[in-house]
């Protein structure tokens, strides 16, 4: 149980692109899910966390119009890179929660590669 | 002080051996604890959970949680080559505004044969 996909898994595009990145819970419904970026050999680092029906909670440092996150329903939410860069290629991973103090699962991840 | 900190490693022990991980947070009155482990160029995967002061055996995997000293940790039985990757310990702080659990930076694990 506590399947977590999402899409696409790797992405290579020009630069000046935008790119949808999609992240759904299978078997579960998600209160909340959250938007990681991590650059290679490097830790994970929290963009946003979202909430079924209202808006993203951006972390400090992270654009929020650069980065549109939408989650409209508890299956599904979407990372739109916005006029992508090639500072923006990197490893893009999801995760869910269905409560607070539940596990946080995570999705394969997006690998971003803006030309 | 880091929210959660663990050893960056890398630590190395021999294949058939025991593997303990560790981890401290900083915030007393957290809740709820967990370990993620990480292969070189894929996401997190949840190997672990624990909510109670003590132990919590899962196969070769055992989690240990000490709430007074705020550390846990997880040990892992009988190392094989493939558990070699990166172990993430994750916190659920107590603050009720918190919706998102806090990361260590992880340890390196190798296993050698």
């Known amino acids: 149980g506590a399947v977590v996909s999402q899409h696409p898994s790797r992405v290579i595009c020009k630069s000046g692109t935008s790119v949808k990145i999609e992240c759904r819970s299978l078997?579960?419904?998600?209160?909340?899910m959250f938007w990681y970026r991590q650059f290679p050999k490097q830790s994970l680092m929290l963009m946003a966390t979202?909430?079924?029906?209202?808006?993203?909670?951006?972390e400090q440092g992270v654009e929020k119009d650069k980065f549109l996150i939408n989650h409209a329903s508890l299956t599904l939410s979407t990372l739109t890179v916005t006029s992508a860069h090639p500072e923006d290629s990197s490893f893009y991973i999801c995760?869910?929660?269905?409560?607070?103090?539940?596990?946080?699962?995570f999705g394969d991840g997006t690998r971003l590669s803006i030309l | 002080q880091k929210e959660v900190e663990q050893n960056s490693g890398p630590l190395s022990v021999p294949e058939g051996a025991i593997a303990s991980l560790n981890c401290t947070y900083s915030d007393r009155g957290s809740q709820s604890f967990f370990w993620y482990r990480q292969y070189s160029g894929k996401s997190p995967e949840l190997i672990m959970f624990?909510?109670?002061?003590g132990d919590k055996e899962d196969g070769r995997f055992t989690a240990q949680l000490n709430k007074a000293s705020q550390y846990v940790s997880l040990l892992i039985r009988d190392s094989q080559p493939s558990d070699s990757a990166t172990y993430l310990c994750?916190?659920?702080?107590?603050?009720?505004?918190?919706?998102?659990?806090?990361f260590g930076s992880g340890t390196r694990l190798s296993i050698r044969p």
């Open positions: 979202s909430n079924e029906g209202s808006k993203a909670t951006y």
């Open positions: 078997d579960f419904q998600a209160t909340t």
């Open positions: 994750a916190v659920n702080p107590p603050y009720s505004s918190a919706s998102k659990i806090i």
């Open positions: 995760s869910a929660r269905e409560g607070m103090g539940q596990p946080q699962h």
């Open positions: 624990i909510y109670s002061n």
